[in-house]
């Protein structure tokens, strides 16, 4: 027999029968078992991923500044910076003076227009001594303006 | 052919002239509800214009009178309209804020038509009759819609306030906490008195500015809402100084100068 037929027939061998279903067992016997439902096991499944997404969102929050005025937050000395503190205070002035200024313009509104408030002479309805009063006016010195509350006492006279 | 011709002549004039006439008159109306604002400039000279035209007769009187009546009507128009725009522009949070800002703009609404039917009566008006309505007008100025502008004046006012009120909270917890890491080192009695006089100054800066949007829903006199408004504007402004003092002292207590110093 040639070296050529012998590798042939070694194309053909086979496990003992026997043999195959010893080692077919001894595998299976030691292949780990499906796990079992395990209440710890869960518990320890959704404690570490509760974990995972709270460190992940701290992170995020840290990142993106939200913290600013927590406690975890460092101590912000920009907080003590007088520049920005000048300029917020500078903004309430601002406001303040406005409402001094409202407060002006209404107390200037309820006093009585004195302009062109003068009484009906005795030539009304013709001509109304409003009117002439502020033809006069605008004779003898410049131009003025009048507010909507002038214009209207002027026309009522 | 030819019919034909200007057939389609006459459906080209009238394309053209249709959508330019609906133009004119929209532009026509519009300028009628809204005046120029040079229109709204009345002086002396607008006035004495009548006594001149009186010496041209009673119908050259009443023409001047109801042009000049017309036109100050306008401008209140105008000016109502100008105010609800600024009114409805000013960004407020909260419902009772909001519930303030639509009844206002309604009582500006309302003003509106008020001008408009004074404005109606004005063509058929003789000379008396024109004197009647600019007296009915004044009249009803000074006892609806000055107040009423008062009150629109005093809400954005108030409304502009209310960032000024959120920084100042931001910056008190800010400052609460640079104290507080100093007092761990080293306490300091005067920061302690100071942060705690600032604390206080906002409390009471809020509770005035809360108190200011009760009395605008309680529709109270503007005197009152104003005083209140400034009032807490008084207060946020004391808070701000006791800020002022804090950095001062901070900035001496610090081993490096971390902030600039003031300008």
Redesign the interface.
């Known amino acids: 027999m040639n070296l050529f037929e012998t590798l042939k027939n070694l194309k053909n061998i086979e496990p003992d029968p026997a043999f195959k279903e010893q080692s077919k067992r001894a595998v299976l016997a030691v292949m780990p078992a499906a796990p079992a439902w395990n209440a710890r096991r869960v518990l320890f499944r959704i404690v570490e991923t509760g974990a995972a997404v709270a460190l992940t969102g701290f992170f995020v929050l840290l990142i993106t500044g939200s913290l600013?005025?927590s406690?975890l937050?460092p101590?912000?000395?920009?907080?003590?910076?007088?520049?920005s503190?000048?300029a917020?205070?500078q903004?309430?002035?601002m406001?303040?003076h406005?409402?001094?200024l409202?407060?002006t313009?209404?107390a200037a509104?309820?006093t009585p227009v004195t302009?062109?408030a003068v009484k009906p002479s005795t030539r009304k309805?013709?001509?109304?001594a409003?009117?002439?009063a502020?033809?006069s006016?605008?004779?003898s010195t410049a131009?003025?303006?009048?507010s909507?509350?002038e214009?209207?006492?002027?026309?009522?006279? | 052919m030819k019919s034909l011709r200007a057939t389609g002549v006459f459906i080209l004039v009238l394309a053209t002239a249709v959508p330019l006439a609906a133009s004119v008159a929209e532009t026509a109306h519009a300028s009628a509800l809204a005046p120029a604002p040079d229109a709204c400039?009345?002086?002396?000279?607008?006035?004495?214009a009548?006594?001149?035209a009186?010496?041209q007769g009673?119908s050259a009187?009443l023409a001047a009178?109801r042009a000049?009546?017309t036109r100050?009507i306008g401008?209140?128009i105008a000016?109502a309209q100008t105010l609800k725009a600024n009114l409805n522009a000013a960004s407020v949070q909260g419902g009772a804020a909001q519930n303030i800002q639509s009844q206002l703009s309604g009582q500006l609404d309302d003003a509106v038509t008020y001008y408009n039917l004074e404005l109606g009566k004005v063509a058929q008006a003789g000379?008396?009759g024109?004197?009647?309505i600019?007296?009915e007008?004044?009249s009803w100025?000074?006892g609806n819609y000055?107040p009423l502008a008062?009150r629109v004046?005093?809400f954005m006012?108030w409304a502009?306030?209310q960032a000024?009120f959120d920084?100042?909270g931001?910056?008190l917890?800010?400052?609460k906490?640079?104290v507080s890491?100093i007092y761990q080192a080293a306490p300091n009695p005067e920061l302690e008195a100071d942060i705690a006089s600032a604390e206080s100054l906002i409390v009471a800066a809020n509770s005035e500015n809360m108190q200011a949007e009760q009395a605008q829903s309680q529709a109270l006199p503007?005197?009152q809402v104003?005083a209140l408004?400034?009032q807490s504007?008084?207060s946020?402004?004391d808070a701000?100084?006791k800020?002022?003092d804090?950095?001062?002292t901070?900035?001496t207590l610090?081993p490096t100068n971390?902030?600039?110093?003031?300008?």
């Open positions: 600013s005025s406690r937050a101590v912000q000395y920009s907080a003590i910076d007088p520049a503190l000048h917020e205070a903004a309430i002035d406001q303040i406005l409402a001094q409202d407060y313009t209404s509104e309820s302009a062109s309805p013709v001509v109304a409003g009117v002439a502020a033809s006016t605008a004779t131009t003025t303006t009048l909507l509350d214009a209207l006492q002027a026309l009522s006279n | 400039t009345i002086t002396t000279d607008d006035a004495a009548i006594a001149t009186a010496a009673l009187e009178r000049l009546l100050v401008c209140a000016d000379i008396g024109t004197q009647g600019a007296r007008t004044l100025r000074s000055d008062a004046s005093n006012l502009k306030n000024l920084t100042a931001d910056r917890g800010q400052m906490g640079v890491f503007p005197d104003l408004i400034q504007l008084q946020l402004s701000y100084q800020f002022s804090i950095s001062a901070v900035q610090l971390t902030a600039t110093p003031a300008s």
